[in-house]
């Protein structure tokens, strides 16, 4: 069965340094999304990407974030100098239409010392 | 803005018992509600949609019901097991940009 994958399972990195989160999308779906989930809170979004461009972000998603799909089958995300704030769990999620099923990868956890 | 909250936070049971869990949200024009599991440290595996014109939706033991009207749904889980123990989250979109809110989830152990 398709799932969506992610790379690396686990980053730590020292503050103000720049990370990228790999995600592989299910291969028919057209809509890719970022959420997170800081420790005992609840997930939450990021930002949305369809047709090659972000179509909502939330007001977590600063100039320090930017997201990409470089290729047809890989969708990124680059926070350029991290914070400590920015530890948490990275989950990717991709689905085939508006409100169709979202499939969830299996995250990256973040953690910035 | 949308808020959803599950109850209760937490919530153990001996196996083989019904149980029902409690989602709520306070927007009620939702577009569709999702339920999750969530291993502790893993990712969120969808267990049911519900789309905004349904009442109910099945899939083996588990069966999710949703009362728009009234900011509501419940995820029944027949028969528990010890290995439904995990956490479950429930999520709505709201409005067409297809973000999902979620609420804090449910925590559940079933014991032997």
């Known amino acids: 069965e398709p799932e969506v994958t992610q790379t690396p399972s686990h980053q730590v990195t020292q503050m103000g340094q720049e990370v990228i989160l790999r995600c592989v999308p299910i291969s028919n779906h057209l809509y890719f999304y970022w959420y997170r989930q800081i420790l005992g809170q609840k997930v939450e979004f990021l930002v949305s990407f369809y047709n090659n461009e972000i179509s909502e972000k939330s007001e977590i998603f600063d100039d320090q974030f930017s997201v990409e799909r470089p290729d047809g089958s890989n969708f990124t995300l680059k926070i350029r100098s991290t914070k400590l704030e920015d530890s948490a769990m990275y989950f990717c999620?991709?689905?085939?239409?508006?409100?169709?099923?979202?499939?969830f990868g299996p995250g990256t956890r973040l953690t910035v010392l | 803005k949308q808020e959803v909250t599950q109850i209760p936070a937490a919530l153990s049971v001996p196996e083989g018992e019904n149980l029902v869990l409690n989602c709520s949200f306070t927007d009620s024009a939702i577009y569709n509600l999702q339920w999750f599991r969530q291993d502790p440290g893993k990712g969120l595996t969808s267990l049911l949609l519900?789309?905004?014109?349904?009442r109910e939706q099945t899939s083996g033991r588990l069966n999710a019901s949703l009362d728009k009207s009234s900011g509501r749904s419940t995820l029944y889980i027949a028969a528990s097991q010890p290995g439904d123990s995990a956490t479950y989250l429930c999520?709505?979109?709201?409005?067409?940009?297809?973000?999902?809110?979620f609420g804090t989830g449910t925590r559940l152990q079933v014991t032997l």
């Open positions: 519900i789309q905004s014109s349904q």
């Open positions: 999620a991709s689905f085939w239409d508006i409100g169709s099923e979202q499939f």
């Open positions: 999520a709505v979109i709201t409005g067409t940009a297809s973000k999902l809110t």
